[in-house]
């Protein structure tokens, strides 16, 4: 089921429901309880309201859940007798429309479901980099990206002239007392030196957002310390790629696994629909008859 139509059918369904007397609220004297509500002649009961909280759930929640439906169910018959009263409608074409939403959402669910059950949600390796080196042009960068040490610290914090050698240097000790040392004084950092990261949040609210060209300063700096009156900030570029380079894969990994999984969930349903017709088709459950 196609997410956009769904959508398109969600919106339609206030106008359909308008045309269809099923959907029409009972009348005050077909019901032995008292209305929640009413817009014009139509009612809201309590039993209109059967399943829309779960049991168990607290008092308060459940009233702003009812309130806010409440609220919701005016302003919709409100629209809809708004509506009623400037546009003409036919009846026909709304009722081909309600079914066809009815139908749709239904199909939708189901399929859902099925595809809920019966989906292979894992991902190897190997289909990762097949699927990235097939599809390299539509992984060039639209920002540039990088791998490193960064570090801000409040002014007057201890141990600056330290804190340089240790964002610079990468030795198995250095990155443990930095680690011991931004837990304490750090306002934020980043450790992860293996971690491909977007250039722009790094810097982002540093005296660095004002460099006039980010490429060529990526090219020739791999160290910089920079302050203002509030803070120092440590950078270490590890490495780099600039925008409209082809991303590494490891910067695309989570988005290649996404598009696979949502190409086996369009045709898991698909080979649904399929199934379905072609056993249909085998029982003699459906006939197309010639009119002519």
């Known amino acids: 089921m196609n ?9 339609l369904i206030p106008l359909i429901l308008l045309g269809c007397d099923f959907f029409k609220m009972k009348v005050p004297d077909e019901t032995g309880s008292m209305p929640l509500a009413r817009v014009y002649d ?13 049991p168990g759930l607290a008092a308060g929640d459940s009233a702003e859940i009812t309130g ?3 609220d919701n169910w005016i302003k919709q018959q409100l629209m809809l007798a708004e509506a009623a009263s400037n546009v003409t409608y036919n009846e026909a ?3 081909r429309k309600l079914l066809d939403y009815k139908y749709s959402l239904m199909v939708y669910e189901y399929e859902k479901e099925f595809v809920r059950k019966n989906l292979d949600s894992q991902v190897s390796q190997q289909e990762v980099e097949a699927f990235y080196q097939k599809n390299l042009d539509n992984f060039q960068l639209k ?14 914090s201890p141990k600056t002239e330290r804190v340089a050698r240790w964002v610079k240097n990468h030795s198995a000790k250095e990155k ?14 980043n450790l992860e030196d293996t971690t491909w990261i977007n250039f722009e949040e790094i810097i982002m609210n540093t005296p660095l957002m004002s460099i006039p060209d980010k490429v060529q300063f990526l090219k020739k700096n791999k160290f910089i310390t920079n302050n203002d009156d509030d803070y120092i900030y440590y950078l270490s570029i590890l490495d780099y790629k600039i925008i409209d380079e082809i991303s590494p894969i490891d910067f695309v990994r989570d988005q290649i696994k996404n598009i696979i999984l949502n190409k086996r969930k369009v045709k898991l349903a698909q080979q649904l629909e399929q199934n379905i017709y072609k056993k249909a088709s085998k029982d003699n ?6 009119n002519d």
């Open 176 to 189: 443990e007392e930095l680690k011991s040392y931004t837990y304490r004084f750090a306002t934020s950092y």
């Open 143 to 156: 920002q540039n990206i990088i791998k490193c040490i960064y570090v801000k610290i409040p002014q007057g």
């Open 285 to 290: 459950d459906f006939e197309i008859y010639n």
């Open 68 to 70: 806010r439906y409440i």
């Open 42 to 54: 139509q009612y809201l009961y309590p039993e209109d309201l059967e399943g829309l909280t779960k």
């Open 93 to 95: 074409e709304l009722e």
């Open 3 to 11: 997410g956009l139509r769904l959508s398109k059918l969600l919106i």
